[in-house]
């Protein structure tokens, strides 16, 4: 079975995948997974991979398209592939010939409309086992949950995008989905959770990236008043 992991944000999502991948590896140690998440989240991942367990080797692939080709030619030395959904859909024909154990997707309300490249690219990704991560499952209609399920579970539910879903079917739709989709809410684990901790981090400016800021800074400036 594929699942929906929909926990409230701060609850470990990261974690269970991260440890999901790390279980799998103990009876498959050849295998390769692959997390697809939003562009500012990828290096992130690493750090959690890092931070989680070091032991598993993970590779960001960004950058040109030449870097991303050369990068995708050194898989087979890792456990696990982190990229983007935009990079995703311009690498697809290389990814769509790796036979993935874990196809995990961070923040996957990205494929929510499943006319879009972004759902239509995971999709064809193959993969033993499927996983979505995702804090709002639900943004704006039950609706969303389709073109997840259809990456998950394809054939679970079908639907005329014509029709609202009745009210009277959104109890039966709950029933068929709470064996594919755990939701914790913080109020449920609230005594489980540690203290909250803060830390704040300085990124300074290289001299390059102050001189261009500095430009765009004051070229704007100087607009403003005129």
Not at 71 to 98: C, G, P, R
Not at 162 to 191: G, H, N, Y
Request: a positive charge.
């Amino acid at each position: 079975l594929n699942g929906i992991l929909a926990d409230d944000m701060g609850l470990g999502k990261t974690l269970q995948a991260i440890t999901a991948i790390t279980q799998y590896k103990l009876d498959h140690p050849d295998a390769l997974s692959i997390i697809v998440c939003p562009t500012s989240l990828v290096h992130n991942w690493k750090e959690e991979f890092l931070k989680f367990n070091p032991k598993l080797k993970v590779l960001p692939v960004d950058g040109t398209p030449v870097q991303r080709k050369k990068l995708l030619t050194e898989v087979k030395n890792f456990d696990a592939v982190i990229t983007s959904y935009s990079l995703l859909q311009k690498d697809i024909e290389i990814y769509k010939t790796f036979p993935f154990a874990y196809a995990i997707l961070d923040e996957a309300q990205h494929i929510k409309n499943r006319g879009t490249r972004n759902a239509k690219s995971v999709k064809i990704i193959q993969a033993k086992h499927r996983l979505i991560l995702t804090g709002t499952p639900i943004e704006n209609s039950i609706k969303d949950l389709l073109s997840i399920l259809e990456f998950t579970n394809p054939g679970l539910l079908s639907y005329s995008p014509q029709k609202d879903i009745a009210l009277d079917t959104q109890s039966m739709l709950a029933k068929t989905l709470k064996p594919f989709m755990l939701r914790r809410t913080k109020e449920k684990v609230l005594t489980e959770l540690p203290e909250k901790s803060e830390q704040v981090l300085f990124c300074e400016m290289s001299p390059t990236e102050r001189k261009f800021y500095n430009a765009i800074r004051d070229k704007f400036r100087a607009s403003l008043a005129e």
